[in-house]
């Protein structure tokens, strides 16, 4: 058992926080195939929980690493860009949207993803393994992830219009690429 505890080792207890996040995504994505976003959002939020305690566990025991810091980055886009944009994409523009305005849904969508992608991208390539910075430059993806939470309930309860989630989704997006300083908790 001592490969939990040592840096080197891809499965370490950090890394296997990070594997739970990932499995929660993909659990995630497939229950936003079938329409059960109630399910979608609660892996969601279990990824979410696994994300925070990576970090914590890999800071605590020493276990910060190029590998976990590039996993964590992939559990990540799963769970906080991919996830989120699929389920609106899903739950909302889909039952919405048609023709021209399905399309720029669609480009919304992808604007998003590229955003986020870009984003983490970017935090890796500043990364150093086991530094933890007093904020962030931009909004961090998981702030991203919850603000889109928050846009699909107001949906979901009808507060918002499709067409303000599109827009709300491009402002989100930008946000990620921002200058904006968010602390780090």
């Known amino acids: 058992m001592k490969f939990l505890f ?3 080792s891809h499965f370490n207890l950090a890394n296997l926080f990070t594997f739970v996040n990932i ?3 993909l659990l995630a994505t497939y229950f936003i195939t079938q329409n059960n976003f109630f399910l979608a959002i609660i892996l969601a939020w279990v990824g979410g929980a696994f994300d925070i305690f990576d970090g914590k566990i890999a800071r605590k025991y020493s276990l910060s690493s190029e590998f ?3 996993l964590d980055s992939f559990a990540d886009f799963l769970s906080f860009v991919l996830v989120p944009v699929f389920l609106i994409f899903q739950a909302v523009y889909s039952i919405s949207f048609s023709g021209i305005w399905m399309f720029f849904a669609g480009v919304a969508s992808i604007y998003y993803v590229i955003f986020g992608l870009r984003r983490l991208i970017e935090f890796n390539i500043n990364a150093d393994a086991g530094e933890v910075s007093k904020y962030f430059t931009g909004v961090p993806t998981p702030l991203g992830a919850i603000l889109l939470w928050l846009i699909y309930l ?3 309860y009808e507060f918002l219009s499709p067409y303000l989630v599109v827009i709300a989704m491009i402002l989100i997006g930008w946000s990620l690429n ?3 300083k968010v602390p780090h908790p």
Do not use: D, E, L, P
Request: hydrophobic share 25%; no cysteine; charged share 15%.
């Open 68 to 70: 976990g810091i590039q």
């Open 178 to 180: 921002s200058k904006i």
């Open 154 to 156: 107001g949906s979901a």
């Open 23 to 25: 499995t929660a995504g």
């Open 6 to 8: 040592t840096s080197k």
